[in-house]
């Protein structure tokens, strides 16, 4: 499966790039965001809510599991699997149920769930921190996140 690198993002450029992907984004579309705290998997999030026509202010969601945002065409679910232990846990509060609505989902620290990630995703990769640049490794799963990597970040 192809990768994507995006070497030396400044947060502008995080944000500049959450925009375009919101834009092309679809209904049942899924994002997994992987990287470390302060790396910017929330920068982007909020960046793609922008891009979905989502307004208003998108807190960090690390004491929320799940945070739904409704957009102007399509709503979207902002999981943060940081403080599961398992993914029972995950699975327990309705997970699939997201994964099968017309709305996008994006979950932050998907490394600690990866069992229950649909097949085809889009894989995020961001390391970095800080006021650090940023690397950003894309990995389609699903010739749809190919099409949505030709259209934003190819």
Known sequence: MPEYTLPCMLERDTVSLG????????????????????????????????????????????????????????????FDAYRLENVSELLDIGFLDYCYKNGVVIMEWADKVLDALPKERLDIHITGCGNQYRTMVFIPHGTAYTEVLKETVI
Not at 48 to 65: C, K, R, V
């Open 19 to 78: 925009k375009k992907i919101g834009t092309v984004l679809f209904p049942g579309a899924f994002i997994a965001l992987y990287g470390g705290l302060g790396s910017g998997k929330t920068t982007l999030t909020r960046a793609i809510a922008e891009g979905m026509g989502i307004q208003g202010m998108m807190p960090s969601p690390t004491y929320n599991l799940v945070t739904e945002y409704g957009g102007k065409d399509l709503a979207l679910y902002h």
